[in-house]
């Protein structure tokens, strides 16, 4: 049982341009969110998260909107840059951002940003 | 500061063997996840310890693996009698607090069991 998904396995975007990237999850009790992105070769690095409280979190460049009634989140990148290309990854805990939480992870987005 | 070292990056065991895989969280960080990623798929959580304690390993499949974080040394993760579906990447992460969003990814190690 997939309780978070990320339905595209790819996107093309140009440089420049903005990236939307999305995520569904099915499990209520998931009340914190996080983005992930991730290198060939190397550990998913930490980029951006959202506690369930909000529904909006912005980071420079990079912003996570939720939509708990749809339970639906999207990380934008605003504009995106060659850069960025890599393999994103959401993810879910239960337990919140304060404590502890095994994180489920979606099955990833491939990101590929042309010059 | 040295980044969390997961080694080897690369190991390739026959079926029935066992296989070792060691983690070296960040100097400070006695927290320690592991996660396994099969292939096409996301990272999914096995085991969180901390030193010399396994706190959550609802992950963990019953038979086969075993994870320690002893008082000295990298935490193990240690599959004994591999089949072919052990194949995997796996990672671990290291927090100073236990939480999550503090915590530090490795590079993780690609098994293959030929």
């Known amino acids: 049982d997939q309780q978070v998904k990320q339905n595209s396995p790819s996107l093309s975007v140009q440089e420049g341009r903005i990236s939307i990237l999305n995520c569904d999850y099915t499990n209520s009790m998931f009340d914190y969110f996080l983005w992930y992105k991730k290198y060939p070769a190397e550990g998913p690095t930490f980029l951006i998260s959202?506690?369930?409280?909000?529904d909006k979190n912005e980071d420079g460049r990079f912003t996570v909107f939720l939509n708990k009634s749809a339970k639906h989140l999207s990380l934008h990148i605003v504009p995106s840059q060659p850069g960025d290309s890599a393999v994103y990854f959401c993810?879910?805990?239960?337990?919140?951002?304060?404590?502890?939480?095994?994180?489920?992870f979606g099955q990833g987005t491939i990101l590929t940003v042309h010059p | 500061n040295a980044g969390v070292m997961q080694n080897p990056r690369h190991l390739v065991r026959r079926r029935g063997q066992e296989a070792r895989l060691r983690c070296s969280p960040m100097?400070?960080?006695?927290?320690v996840y592991w996660y396994r990623q099969l292939p096409e798929e996301g990272l999914k959580f096995m085991v969180y310890?901390?030193?010399?304690?396994?706190?959550?390993e609802s992950g963990m499949p019953k038979e086969r693996f075993s994870a320690e974080f002893p008082k000295e040394g990298p935490s193990i993760l240690r599959i004994q009698q591999v089949v072919r579906g052990d194949s995997a990447a796996y990672f671990c992460?290291?927090?100073?607090?236990?939480?999550?969003?503090?915590?530090?990814f490795g590079q993780g190690t690609r098994l293959t069991v030929v």
């Open positions: 993810a879910a805990s239960d337990a919140g951002g304060t404590s502890y939480g095994k994180l489920t």
């Open positions: 959202i506690s369930s409280i909000k």
């Open positions: 100097k400070g960080h006695s927290h």
């Open positions: 310890l901390q030193k010399e304690n396994i706190i959550d």
């Open positions: 992460a290291s927090s100073p607090t236990g939480r999550i969003t503090e915590a530090f």
